[in-house]
């Protein structure tokens, strides 16, 4: 995923590797028959995609994009290249950390995409002119923000830490806590017609189809 002139080629793109990641849930005939390999490296590739959707949309928006409404998105950044734009988060975010000699910044040190506030920060940070629908897209109660980066660190370490972790977000959607990570994300929350897993893509979609919007 790389970022777009266009946001609505950068929606298209993230949305699409969505639903590429529902329907290999789906090819099971039952949730609760998916296999661990299946459900370890959804949620793993699940908070990639958002990650990588995130960095995206920041750098699309620093260089002046246009949203899907058609509206050509300002900053008060001057960046250049995707490397100025970068240095800019990095100032924002992790002062401390330099380039490398080329003055290039190591995607390892960059600050943590996945985090709804990191993108708040920085786009607030370079007066985005579109900050008013990202804080109002990234504030409408989403809870895969919080409990999928628990459940991709136990799939990441697989450690008694992260799993008590990760079990202990089950109660949030009424489902119990005595469940091993992979099954909690196999159940339907309560009222949900779709495994919990399922609810953070629906989640996903719609948060990349509002931030994009305008």
């Given at each position: 995923m790389r970022p777009r002139k266009c946001?609505?080629?950068?929606?298209?793109?993230?949305?699409?590797k969505v639903y590429r990641l529902k329907c290999l849930l789906s090819s099971i005939s039952h949730p609760k028959d998916a296999p661990e390999l299946y459900i370890a490296n959804t949620t793993i590739e699940t908070l990639n995609t958002w990650s990588?959707?995130?960095?995206?949309?920041?750098?699309?928006?620093a260089l002046h994009s246009k949203a899907v409404?058609?509206?050509?998105?300002?900053?008060?950044?001057r960046?250049?290249?995707?490397?100025?734009?970068?240095?800019?988060a990095m100032q924002c975010c992790r002062p401390k950390v330099t380039p490398n000699s080329s003055?290039?910044?190591a995607r390892r040190e960059e600050p943590a995409w996945?985090?709804?506030?990191?993108?708040?920060?920085?786009c607030t940070d370079i007066q985005c002119s579109n900050i008013t629908n990202i804080r109002d897209g990234l504030s409408g109660g989403q809870t895969f923000f919080s409990?999928?980066?628990?459940f991709r660190n136990f799939y990441a370490h697989r450690n008694q830490e992260t799993e008590l972790a990760a079990m202990n977000k089950a109660p949030r959607y009424s489902i119990s806590a005595t469940l091993?990570?992979?099954?909690?994300?196999?159940e339907f929350p309560i009222g949900e017609t779709s495994i919990l897993l399922v609810k953070w893509l629906d989640e996903i979609e719609v948060t990349i189809e509002y931030l994009c919007y305008e």
């Open positions: 946001l609505i080629k950068l929606q298209a793109t993230a949305i699409k990588n959707f995130s960095r995206s949309f920041y750098l699309s928006c409404n058609g509206n050509r998105i300002t900053t008060t950044s960046a250049a290249n995707f490397n100025d734009a970068i240095g800019y003055g290039i910044w996945h985090d709804p506030n990191i993108l708040i920060r920085i409990d999928l980066p628990t091993k990570p992979s099954a909690i994300l196999r």
